[in-house]
């Protein structure tokens, strides 16, 4: 039989962890996953805003099976290895980075959080990584340069209709400073997002019955949305509508290789090709004379059951060659992710929705947590499979598994 005791008030005391309220953690520096963050996100943006960073296209099938894609990698750790001291830079496009992967391009950042893309490069730059201003960003080149004067800044461009916009848009990041373009090539029409459709959203979101309802739920948001600079694209002329409109009706459907050349000939800087989906294409890319590719279905929202970039690496990089830059975006959920694409070939990982939660969750503090909690896994991933430098991360140290 137990003996029961009086616990004495000294044994107690170091047990409690009580706080006065509000002066713990916030729910977001709490947060110890990219999921959680998106639960955050989910719970303090409106339903349209979230489902436009969240969803993808058709029946969302591209996007479901790149995270089953990583899901599918497996490590064979090394064991009995010092790894007290490791060290998880990279180069990303002949400069050293701090981590292996940058932040990509996302256009409406400023309707996610109103801290917009500024708050983004700004954690780019504490963090040492690229950050890529999209053509569709709510901040404008110039201004993003005087704001991070520092950072590694990359410029995602869409070819417009008109030509002379085009140029006039060429020279304008080029003016400011930006390092790399990168060309995106697979958004000739709009994808079939139906979560925009079913939400009616539109650029910037108006006041319907079912909005002004949705300010009850989230008037944090509203407020800071109708209290500041209107929604719009400080790269393009004004365009109201929904995504499809703007897409349809100012991207230039009608690219091929010759734009690609045109645009080698017009950039002094690095050139890399965004939304290669077949592995003859990234051929036909490297022959033409760009700086690299980045292998991806713009995050499923385009193509639905398009191919898995992290599938078509290794076929990529066997044909491509050892120093052709392949990157790869799409389904990056975590530092794990991040170090597998780099153990199976890629020269570095675009994440976008990952940092999106974060500035939906609470702004440049979350994306910020978003950043720390990446670099935390790539550091943990690292150690646990007994590296000290990403370069020692090689293909037979990370496979993937066949899908069921």
């Not at 869409?158 to 006039?168: F, N």
């Not at 997002?193 to 509203?222: C, E, F, S, Y």
């Not at 790869?328 to 975590?334: A, L, R």
């Amino acid at each position: 039989m137990v003996e029961r005791r009086i616990p004495q008030w000294a044994e107690v005391r170091p047990l409690l962890a009580l706080r006065a309220p509000f002066t713990g953690p916030s729910a977001v520096d709490r947060a110890v996953s990219i999921a959680d963050l998106r639960s955050i996100a989910k719970r303090r943006t409106p339903r349209a805003v979230f489902d436009y960073v969240d969803g993808a296209a058709g029946q969302e099938l591209s996007l479901a099976r790149s995270r089953d894609a990583f899901a599918r990698v497996e490590f064979r750790p090394h064991v009995l290895n010092d790894v007290a001291v490791i060290d998880t830079s990279w180069d990303m496009l002949g400069r050293r980075s701090a981590l292996p992967f940058a932040f990509s391009p996302t256009g409406f950042t400023r309707m996610m959080n109103v801290e917009g893309e500024t708050a983004v490069a700004r954690v780019a730059q504490e963090f040492d990584i690229p950050y890529a201003l999209s053509t569709l960003g709510t901040t404008s080149p110039e201004d993003l340069a005087r704001a991070v004067p520092d950072a590694r800044r990359w410029f995602q461009l869409y070819l417009l209709r008109e030509h002379q916009s085009r140029r006039d848009l060429l020279a304008r990041v080029a003016d400011s400073g930006y390092e790399t373009i990168i060309l995106t090539v697979d958004t000739v029409v709009a994808g079939s997002r139906l979560r925009d459709v079913r939400n009616g959203l539109t650029i910037p979101p108006q006041l319907t019955l079912k909005t002004l309802a949705g300010m009850a739920v989230h008037p944090k948001w509203w407020i800071n949305a109708l209290s500041t600079e209107p929604l719009e694209f400080a790269s393009l002329k004004s365009t109201d509508g929904t995504v499809a409109d703007l897409i349809n009706n100012v991207f230039d459907p009608s690219i091929t290789l010759d734009d690609v050349r045109w645009l080698r000939d017009s950039w002094n800087g690095k050139l890399l090709i965004k939304g290669v989906q077949n592995v003859d294409d990234a051929v036909m890319l490297a022959d033409a004379g760009v700086d690299g590719v980045i292998l991806s279905n713009h995050g499923g929202r385009q193509l639905d059951r398009s191919a898995v970039p992290l599938e078509l690496l290794a076929p990529a990089r066997e044909r491509c060659g050892a120093d052709f830059p392949i990157f790869i975006d799409g389904g990056v959920m975590s530092g794990a992710d991040v170090v597998a694409a780099i153990g199976l070939g890629a020269s570095g990982v675009l994440v976008g929705r990952a940092y999106l939660y974060g500035i939906m969750a609470d702004g440049e503090r979350g994306v910020r947590r978003a950043a720390q909690i990446l670099r935390a896994e790539v550091e943990q991933t690292m150690r646990l499979m007994g590296v000290t430098s990403l370069d020692q991360i090689t293909p037979d140290l990370v496979s993937l598994r066949p899908a069921r």
